[in-house]
């Protein structure tokens, strides 16, 4: 089975700059549909960045602009570089694949998640 593992969260001020990667361990049939959601304290979950098997890209309105997805499939890792971050993006974040024929921003279109690493932006 596949597994999802991210690493790279940590506390940074307004304005700073974090990569996230998301390692891919078992082995599964390449490219498919990865992305990265965060979810707050009291707020809902949200999709932050998905790319596609045709490695086709979409974000949120919320940080377009500021945060870039990628993957590197030789290293079976997915990443996501943050820059300018703002107090507002503090959040758990969470790296996920989906293995269906809908690639989105929507979790309900993910079958395998990771066990979430904390990102904190202090002002």
């Known amino acids: 089975q596949v597994q999802l593992v991210e690493s790279g969260g940590g506390s940074v001020q307004a304005g700073g700059s974090l990569r996230l990667s998301c390692a891919v361990f078992g082995y599964t049939y390449r490219p498919f549909c990865m992305g990265w959601f965060r979810q707050a304290p009291g707020k809902e979950r949200e999709g932050v960045a998905r790319i596609s098997g045709g490695d086709t890209i979409r974000y949120a309105d919320s940080v377009k602009g500021r945060f870039t997805i990628s993957r590197d499939n030789g290293k079976n890792t997915l990443y996501l570089q943050m820059d300018n971050l703002k107090p507002e993006d503090t959040a758990m974040y969470y790296c996920?694949?989906?293995?269906?024929?809908?690639?989105?921003?929507?979790?309900?279109?993910?079958?395998?998640w990771g066990q979430g690493t904390q990102v904190t932006v202090s002002s």
């Open positions: 996920a694949a989906g293995t269906g024929n809908i690639c989105s921003l929507l979790s309900r279109h993910f079958d395998t």
